[in-house]
């Protein structure tokens, strides 16, 4: 294998095509790496198959890098088994070729909000075993910075929408294709509460920056959000105007319901424990990323519109 170009991404999913597309504008090439060794990339884009979980295989696909990103995300179900051993392989990749390393995360560390703006400066206080988790893959990933074996910044974003989201979005596909149709929309808890959603093509700025910022390196930052957070109701009668019909027919999931399906479907099982973020304003604040290294949000309207595009147009 040739040595890597200088931005190695390992996933394909929304995340990692949306990192894809931000170091494409920057006139950057990447490698992107997954189990299969296809994606929906152009043929001029590399794509290379391997297990993540190999830090021999990561570590021969990163040699020669600068940036290494981490847009791994394994089923709900298969987190706590998969999830440390993805996270392992890349780091050993990042360190072994002296590249920085960033790492796409959520929100989850911290718990509930409590009544609190969720900023990173908070302490972890997760209640749920996968927020147990993704706290103690952050700490290791700092832990590693801190002791100078690797350059590290993380990326944290809250529930995410855009192109490429699908059925994993709570806006998504669930949303976008009812409201074209004029139909009922279903998502999942309670509407009516504000709640932070992060545009995907804005993860993918936030994280091609944090690859490239003197200042990023050792810290957490959220990816940018609008800061006019709305409501999920709000979110869904916009999509509906936009598509041109009244005000969004919206249909909630209830926790209750997510537990019955829970019963035959494993990652509705795993849903179930993440619905605190959907029972009280779940609000992050992301002026820091903003303020310090200049990247902003798209507006809420227009990051709707330009998704609905993508459905419109198939």
């Known amino acids: 294998m040739t040595a890597a170009p200088r931005h190695v991404v390992f996933g394909t999913g929304a995340i990692g095509l949306a990192t894809l597309d931000a170091l494409r504008r920057r006139g950057e090439t990447a490698r992107l790496v997954n189990r299969s060794g296809h994606a ?38 298969e987190w ?22 960033v790492s796409m995360e959520n929100v989850y560390t911290y718990g509930r909000p409590a009544g609190r703006v969720l900023t990173e400066d908070l302490p972890d ?17 700092l ?19 855009g192109p490429r989201g699908g059925a994993q979005s709570n806006l998504g596909d669930r949303l976008f294709p ?49 800061p006019n957070t709305r409501t999920t109701r709000q979110l869904v009668d916009i999509v509906y105007r936009q598509a041109g019909h009244p ?12 537990r019955a399906l829970g019963l035959i479907d494993p990652t509705m099982r795993e849903l179930v424990e993440m619905q605190y973020q959907f029972a009280e304003p779940f609000i992050v604040d992301s002026t820091k990323i903003t303020n310090k290294l200049g990247v902003e949000a798209t507006p809420l309207e227009q990051a709707l519109a330009d998704t609905g595009r993508t459905y419109s147009h198939g």
């Open 40 to 77: 929906r990339v152009s043929d001029e884009t590399e794509v290379v198959a391997g297990d993540a979980r190999d830090p021999a295989f990561t570590t021969e696909v990163a040699r020669g890098a600068a940036v290494v990103y981490q847009t791994l995300n394994p089923p709900y179900p």
């Open 80 to 101: 706590t088994a998969q999830f440390p051993r993805l996270q392992a392989g890349v780091l050993a990749a990042a360190e072994a070729s002296g590249a920085r390393l």
């Open 125 to 141: 206080g997760a209640h749920t075993k996968k927020g147990q988790l993704r706290g103690r893959m952050a700490r290791e990933l």
């Open 178 to 226: 009812a409201a074209l149709a004029g139909k009922t929309a279903t998502v999942l808890g309670d509407p009516d509460q504000p709640h932070t959603y992060t545009f995907i093509p804005d993860i993918g700025e936030g994280l091609a920056v944090l690859g490239e910022h003197p200042d990023a390196p050792g810290q957490v930052w959220h990816l940018p959000n609008d």
């Open 143 to 161: 832990a590693a910075h801190d002791a100078g074996r690797v350059e590290v910044a993380i990326g944290r974003a809250s529930d995410y929408f």
């Open 247 to 258: 005000a969004g027919r919206l249909r909630s999931l209830p926790s209750l319901a997510l």
